[in-house]
């Protein structure tokens, strides 16, 4: 065979070929996102309105029935659309066809969705449209807690302090924290009072309105310098807000705090979170679909040190006190114990599977060189398999890691049978060279239909659908790349190490 010939007359070659493979292998690993399971990118979009007040049957009659005859109208590549109402909420999910562009198809949902706002109830704003996938799923919570800060405090260092320095992390998303109390300047109308001044709630809403802004007024040139002017008519206090006038009627003026109450206050909390029995807030931070979960939990883990006061004694930093003092914060879950745990023991069960291949065939073959030389190409056709899995954007998972593990049993065959065909013909009186060369040069046709018929197994696969395809089809490439890589090995390095290794064998011996 050409390729053999070629292996014979440059063995050197095929051997710095197996080293850069060797070195190739961790740059691949280190650049690869490792994860429990392959990202399953499913096209789905999700659009959620959002009105208070209307009830469950009015946000399905007057919004998302409207929007749904809109989006079936104007977008393209729909598989369905499934729509939930509830109150004051209206969440639409938009299934994609599988080769669907998710940016055009979000390009397309905002455009009916800002064109669709107008035929809405008034008041009605834009919806939110995020892309859903399955993939982004929660890598950390953190759970922050205290026995002296209040929860609107607490929410507002998870907002204001924790978020913005988590959210600069590649492939990160965080949503609102969960828990706590979300800081509002609230107005407490008294309706007795307004009823004995002669005022209703509207008159308020309109003091209120006209005279907390701040508005351009364009701008004045003294000299060569040019100022900008504005009109600050926000008050900088609460008391400045309850001293708003809201009416002057023979003289006498009504203020705001004739007729109501200014606060500091909270929106009404819809959630609660409890850290040891108190009050507390909980940030999720999400990892994207196409980031490694090891990446964005080493990455958060790195960069609370710089911002938590105080960590559980089981995390080893050290501690700057960037957030208020007197708050307890604990990791709650962490995703990536999982995911190594998942990782190891299927890195562990395919060690075990090599180890007991390469005694198996000492003690069949009952020679350390020849079994040296299948021991060699095993590891190697994995690294291959490694690589193009990387190359293919493929993650290291335990659907790839349990395909290499399965193929591990398999990648001996190519060449087991290539050593031992050699071995026959060197039993026959032949040089090793001719050997090697009739040897190899024999089995490479029934090698190659054996190679072959085993990847076939795998091809179903490919034609799967839905999660399913997500799931497998990762484990059949790490199958058929490793078998492929086995084949050319076998015709390639195999015989390079035989002429190195097996020189000993005399005519016969």
Known sequence: MWIVRIALERPYTFIVMAIVILLAT????LRTPVDVLPEIDIPVISVIWSYNGLSAQQMGDRITQQHERAIITTVNDIEHVESQSLAGIAVIKIFFQPKVSIPTAIAQVVAVSQAITRQMPPGATPPLVIKYTASSIPV??????????SEQELYDTAINVMRPQLITIPGVALPFPYGGKARVISVDIDPQALLAKGLDSTDVINAVSTQNLVLPSGTVKFGD?????????SPATIDGLNAIPVRTFNGATTYLRDVA???DGFSPQTNIVRQNGRRGVLVSALKNGGASTLDVVGEIKARLPGL??????????????????????KLMFDQSVF??????SVVHEALIAAALTALMLLLFLGNWRTTSIIAVSIPLSICCSVILLHAVGQSINIMTLGGLALAVGILVDDATVTIENIERHLHMGVDLRTAILDGAGEIAVPALVSTLCICIVFLPMFFLG???????VPLAEAVVFAMLASYVLSRTLVPTLALLFMGHAGRGG
């Open 26 to 29: 961790p740059l691949a690993l």
């Open 140 to 149: 950390v919570q953190i759970g922050m807690s205290s026995k002296v800060l």
């Open 225 to 233: 310098t040019e100022y900008y002017v504005s009109t600050n008519a």
């Open 261 to 263: 109450h200014v606060r």
């Open 308 to 329: 938590l006061p105080l960590l559980p004694k089981d995390v080893d930093v050290k501690l700057m006190p960037l957030l208020p003092k007197d708050v307890d914060v």
């Open 339 to 344: 995911v190594k745990a998942a990782v190891a």
């Open 466 to 472: 839905g999660v399913a395809h997500y799931l497998f």
